[in-house]
Protein backbone atom coordinates (compact mmCIF):
# COMPACT_ATOMS: atom_id res chain seq x y z
CA UNK A 1 0.00 0.00 0.00
CA UNK A 2 2.82 2.33 0.28
CA UNK A 3 4.01 1.63 -3.54
CA UNK A 4 2.45 4.00 -6.36
CA UNK A 5 3.03 1.36 -9.10
CA UNK A 6 3.43 1.67 -12.64
CA UNK A 7 2.79 -1.03 -16.18
CA UNK A 8 4.00 -0.32 -19.61
CA UNK A 9 1.64 -0.48 -22.70
CA UNK A 10 -2.01 0.42 -23.12
CA UNK A 11 -4.01 -2.59 -21.86
CA UNK A 12 -5.29 -1.51 -18.85
CA UNK A 13 -5.85 -4.51 -17.64
CA UNK A 14 -2.85 -5.21 -16.64
CA UNK A 15 -2.89 -1.98 -14.49
CA UNK A 16 -6.04 -3.39 -12.94
CA UNK A 17 -4.44 -6.78 -12.10
CA UNK A 18 -1.08 -5.06 -10.62
CA UNK A 19 -3.41 -3.40 -8.34
CA UNK A 20 -5.73 -6.01 -7.41
CA UNK A 21 -2.51 -8.38 -6.82
CA UNK A 22 -0.10 -6.56 -4.60
CA UNK A 23 -2.80 -4.71 -2.78
CA UNK A 24 -0.78 -1.26 -3.92
CA UNK A 25 -1.63 1.79 -3.25
CA UNK A 26 -2.14 3.20 -6.84
CA UNK A 27 -0.52 3.84 -10.00
CA UNK A 28 0.77 6.51 -11.85
CA UNK A 29 -0.66 7.08 -15.68
CA UNK A 30 2.24 7.81 -18.02
CA UNK A 31 1.72 8.40 -21.80
CA UNK A 32 2.47 4.67 -22.63
CA UNK A 33 -0.40 3.43 -21.09
CA UNK A 34 -2.61 5.73 -23.71
CA UNK A 35 -3.46 5.83 -27.20
CA UNK A 36 -1.57 7.77 -29.26
CA UNK A 37 -3.30 11.44 -29.33
CA UNK A 38 -6.30 10.12 -26.68
CA UNK A 39 -9.89 11.59 -25.91
CA UNK A 40 -10.35 12.76 -22.66
CA UNK A 41 -13.08 9.91 -22.81
CA UNK A 42 -10.02 7.43 -23.63
CA UNK A 43 -8.16 8.73 -20.56
CA UNK A 44 -11.53 8.38 -18.18
CA UNK A 45 -11.65 4.80 -19.00
CA UNK A 46 -8.35 4.17 -18.06
CA UNK A 47 -8.96 5.77 -14.89
CA UNK A 48 -12.71 4.52 -13.98
CA UNK A 49 -10.83 0.84 -14.86
CA UNK A 50 -8.28 1.57 -12.09
CA UNK A 51 -10.60 3.13 -9.48
CA UNK A 52 -12.83 -0.17 -9.80
CA UNK A 53 -9.85 -2.34 -9.69
CA UNK A 54 -10.66 -2.15 -5.41
CA UNK A 55 -14.22 -2.25 -4.11
CA UNK A 56 -13.69 -2.38 -0.28
CA UNK A 57 -10.53 -0.55 2.10
CA UNK A 58 -8.30 2.17 1.10
CA UNK A 59 -9.81 4.40 -1.81
CA UNK A 60 -7.09 4.22 -5.01
CA UNK A 61 -4.57 7.08 -5.34
CA UNK A 62 -4.68 7.69 -9.25
CA UNK A 63 -1.57 9.84 -10.14
CA UNK A 64 -0.33 11.86 -13.46
CA UNK A 65 2.75 13.84 -14.36
CA UNK A 66 0.88 16.87 -15.84
CA UNK A 67 2.51 19.68 -15.10
CA UNK A 68 2.24 21.45 -18.36
CA UNK A 69 4.43 22.55 -20.96
CA UNK A 70 7.18 19.62 -22.24
CA UNK A 71 5.46 17.16 -19.48
CA UNK A 72 2.26 17.00 -20.49
CA UNK A 73 1.80 13.06 -20.66
CA UNK A 74 -1.80 13.36 -21.36
CA UNK A 75 -1.41 15.18 -24.45
CA UNK A 76 -4.69 15.62 -25.80
CA UNK A 77 -6.43 13.85 -23.72
CA UNK A 78 -6.34 16.77 -21.35
CA UNK A 79 -6.83 20.65 -21.51
CA UNK A 80 -3.25 22.49 -22.89
CA UNK A 81 -1.09 24.25 -20.41
CA UNK A 82 1.95 26.12 -21.01
CA UNK A 83 5.12 25.29 -18.33
CA UNK A 84 5.30 26.70 -14.97
CA UNK A 85 7.89 29.48 -16.56
CA UNK A 86 4.65 30.66 -18.42
CA UNK A 87 2.87 31.44 -16.23
CA UNK A 88 5.46 32.84 -14.13
CA UNK A 89 6.76 35.45 -16.78
CA UNK A 90 2.89 36.61 -16.70
CA UNK A 91 4.01 38.34 -13.01
CA UNK A 92 -0.22 37.86 -12.40
CA UNK A 93 -0.74 35.76 -9.30
CA UNK A 94 -4.21 36.07 -10.04
CA UNK A 95 -3.69 33.89 -13.24
CA UNK A 96 -1.38 31.69 -11.77
CA UNK A 97 -3.63 30.43 -9.58
CA UNK A 98 -6.60 30.28 -11.84
CA UNK A 99 -4.59 28.43 -14.23
CA UNK A 100 -3.52 25.49 -12.02
CA UNK A 101 -7.01 25.78 -10.24
CA UNK A 102 -8.44 25.39 -13.98
CA UNK A 103 -6.34 22.74 -14.54
CA UNK A 104 -6.55 20.60 -11.11
CA UNK A 105 -10.32 21.03 -12.18
CA UNK A 106 -9.88 19.37 -15.47
CA UNK A 107 -7.51 15.94 -14.03
CA UNK A 108 -10.22 15.70 -11.37
CA UNK A 109 -12.97 15.08 -14.14
CA UNK A 110 -10.55 12.98 -15.42
CA UNK A 111 -10.49 11.04 -12.46
CA UNK A 112 -7.13 11.90 -11.20
CA UNK A 113 -6.35 12.15 -7.75
CA UNK A 114 -2.79 13.16 -7.59
CA UNK A 115 -0.58 15.64 -9.88
CA UNK A 116 3.12 15.59 -9.62
CA UNK A 117 3.17 19.01 -9.97
CA UNK A 118 4.34 21.89 -9.84
CA UNK A 119 8.06 21.80 -10.07
CA UNK A 120 9.88 24.00 -7.25
CA UNK A 121 13.26 23.70 -8.51
CA UNK A 122 14.93 27.13 -9.10
CA UNK A 123 16.12 26.69 -12.73
CA UNK A 124 20.05 28.06 -14.20
CA UNK A 125 18.62 27.82 -17.82
CA UNK A 126 20.02 26.78 -20.84
CA UNK A 127 22.30 24.31 -18.93
CA UNK A 128 19.76 22.99 -16.69
CA UNK A 129 18.61 19.79 -19.31
CA UNK A 130 16.46 18.29 -16.96
CA UNK A 131 14.37 21.13 -15.40
CA UNK A 132 14.70 24.13 -17.33
CA UNK A 133 11.05 25.66 -18.15
CA UNK A 134 9.46 23.25 -16.27
CA UNK A 135 10.45 25.90 -13.29
CA UNK A 136 9.41 28.78 -12.54
CA UNK A 137 12.75 31.17 -12.99
CA UNK A 138 16.22 31.69 -11.54
CA UNK A 139 15.41 33.84 -8.87
CA UNK A 140 14.61 31.81 -6.08
CA UNK A 141 11.91 34.36 -4.22
CA UNK A 142 9.94 34.70 -7.48
CA UNK A 143 9.77 30.62 -7.74
CA UNK A 144 8.94 30.89 -4.18
CA UNK A 145 5.88 33.28 -4.71
CA UNK A 146 4.72 31.65 -8.03
CA UNK A 147 4.75 28.07 -6.36
CA UNK A 148 2.92 29.36 -3.89
CA UNK A 149 0.00 30.23 -5.85
CA UNK A 150 0.44 27.27 -7.91
CA UNK A 151 -0.02 24.94 -5.12
CA UNK A 152 -3.13 26.93 -3.95
CA UNK A 153 -4.82 26.48 -7.23
CA UNK A 154 -4.07 22.79 -7.63
CA UNK A 155 -5.97 22.83 -3.94
CA UNK A 156 -9.02 24.95 -4.96
CA UNK A 157 -9.07 22.93 -8.10
CA UNK A 158 -9.72 19.05 -6.01
CA UNK A 159 -6.77 17.14 -6.83
CA UNK A 160 -3.13 16.85 -4.94
CA UNK A 161 -0.09 18.12 -5.63
CA UNK A 162 3.49 17.55 -4.84
CA UNK A 163 6.39 20.02 -5.10
CA UNK A 164 9.22 18.77 -6.18
CA UNK A 165 12.43 17.47 -6.54
CA UNK A 166 13.54 18.53 -3.02
CA UNK A 167 15.96 19.95 -2.31
CA UNK A 168 16.44 21.40 -5.79
CA UNK A 169 17.26 19.50 -8.76
CA UNK A 170 17.68 22.96 -11.40
CA UNK A 171 20.73 23.90 -10.64
CA UNK A 172 22.80 20.86 -11.14
CA UNK A 173 23.76 19.86 -14.95
CA UNK A 174 23.11 16.17 -14.81
CA UNK A 175 19.66 14.58 -15.62
CA UNK A 176 18.58 12.14 -12.92
CA UNK A 177 16.63 10.18 -15.28
CA UNK A 178 20.26 9.48 -16.85
CA UNK A 179 22.60 9.90 -13.38
CA UNK A 180 22.81 11.02 -10.24
CA UNK A 181 23.78 14.74 -9.59
CA UNK A 182 25.35 16.05 -6.94
CA UNK A 183 24.61 18.84 -5.17
CA UNK A 184 28.11 20.87 -3.86
CA UNK A 185 25.86 22.49 -1.56
CA UNK A 186 24.20 20.89 1.75
CA UNK A 187 20.36 21.26 2.53
CA UNK A 188 21.37 23.28 5.32
CA UNK A 189 23.53 25.42 3.30
CA UNK A 190 20.82 25.62 0.18
CA UNK A 191 18.06 26.90 3.21
CA UNK A 192 17.83 30.50 2.03
CA UNK A 193 17.91 29.91 -1.61
CA UNK A 194 16.83 26.61 -3.20
CA UNK A 195 14.54 25.60 -0.36
CA UNK A 196 12.77 29.11 -0.36
CA UNK A 197 9.96 27.69 -3.04
CA UNK A 198 9.36 24.33 -1.05
CA UNK A 199 8.80 26.39 2.17
CA UNK A 200 6.07 28.19 0.38
CA UNK A 201 4.42 25.55 -1.08
CA UNK A 202 4.36 23.73 2.55
CA UNK A 203 2.93 27.27 3.83
CA UNK A 204 0.60 27.35 1.19
CA UNK A 205 -0.82 23.72 2.48
CA UNK A 206 0.62 21.41 0.02
CA UNK A 207 -0.01 18.27 0.60
CA UNK A 208 2.93 16.26 -1.01
CA UNK A 209 6.48 16.90 -1.55
CA UNK A 210 8.77 14.86 -3.97
CA UNK A 211 12.05 13.91 -2.61
CA UNK A 212 14.77 14.17 -5.60
CA UNK A 213 17.18 11.94 -6.71
CA UNK A 214 20.11 13.83 -5.86
CA UNK A 215 23.37 12.91 -4.23
CA UNK A 216 24.33 15.69 -1.32
CA UNK A 217 28.18 16.97 -0.19
CA UNK A 218 27.79 14.14 2.61
CA UNK A 219 26.54 11.10 0.85
CA UNK A 220 27.91 11.98 -2.94
CA UNK A 221 27.13 8.41 -4.12
CA UNK A 222 23.88 7.74 -2.71
CA UNK A 223 20.25 9.74 -3.81
CA UNK A 224 18.31 11.63 -1.44
CA UNK A 225 15.48 9.41 -1.88
CA UNK A 226 17.83 6.63 -0.51
CA UNK A 227 18.99 9.20 2.45
CA UNK A 228 17.89 9.00 6.03
CA UNK A 229 19.34 12.60 6.57
CA UNK A 230 17.51 13.89 3.67
CA UNK A 231 13.96 13.03 4.85
CA UNK A 232 14.71 14.01 8.22
CA UNK A 233 16.16 17.43 7.08
CA UNK A 234 12.88 17.98 4.72
CA UNK A 235 10.71 17.49 7.83
CA UNK A 236 13.16 19.38 10.24
CA UNK A 237 13.88 22.27 8.04
CA UNK A 238 10.08 22.86 6.57
CA UNK A 239 8.45 21.71 9.49
CA UNK A 240 6.59 19.15 7.04
CA UNK A 241 4.26 16.40 8.52
CA UNK A 242 2.63 15.82 4.76
CA UNK A 243 3.45 12.85 2.66
CA UNK A 244 7.09 12.62 1.40
CA UNK A 245 6.89 10.38 -1.99
CA UNK A 246 9.79 9.35 -4.00
CA UNK A 247 10.51 10.36 -7.77
CA UNK A 248 10.62 7.53 -9.85
CA UNK A 249 12.94 4.74 -8.42
CA UNK A 250 12.97 3.13 -12.03
CA UNK A 251 15.42 5.91 -13.15
CA UNK A 252 19.02 5.51 -13.86
CA UNK A 253 19.84 7.72 -11.10
CA UNK A 254 19.09 4.75 -8.56
CA UNK A 255 20.84 1.43 -9.40
CA UNK A 256 18.46 -0.67 -11.20
CA UNK A 257 19.93 -3.90 -10.48
CA UNK A 258 18.72 -3.97 -6.77
CA UNK A 259 15.64 -5.98 -7.52
CA UNK A 260 13.22 -4.42 -4.90
CA UNK A 261 15.58 -3.57 -2.18
CA UNK A 262 15.67 0.40 -3.67
CA UNK A 263 12.18 0.69 -2.88
CA UNK A 264 12.62 -1.28 0.96
CA UNK A 265 15.74 1.24 1.55
CA UNK A 266 13.72 4.51 0.26
CA UNK A 267 10.91 3.64 3.04
CA UNK A 268 12.76 2.83 5.44
CA UNK A 269 14.99 5.72 5.03
CA UNK A 270 12.02 7.97 5.42
CA UNK A 271 9.44 8.04 2.02
CA UNK A 272 5.78 7.86 2.79
CA UNK A 273 5.58 6.93 -0.64
CA UNK A 274 7.79 4.75 -3.22
CA UNK A 275 6.90 5.48 -7.25
CA UNK A 276 6.96 3.32 -9.47
Known sequence: SLIIGTWSGTDTQTGVNLLENNNLGGVIVMADNLPENPTPDQVKGVTEAINGARSKGQPVSIGVDQ????????????????????????????LTQTATKVQGQNLTDLGFTIDFAPDADVTTGAKDVA???RSAGDDHKEVAEVVADAATGYHLGGVASSAKHFPGHGRLH????????????????????DLLPFKSAVEAGIPMVMMGHIGLPDAKTTPATLNKKAYQALRDTLDFDGVIITDALNMKAVDQNQSGKETVKALSAGADLALM
Open 67 to 94: EGGPVSRLSTGALPFPPLMALSATEDPE
Open 131 to 133: INV
Open 174 to 193: VDSHESLPVSKKSIKELEDT
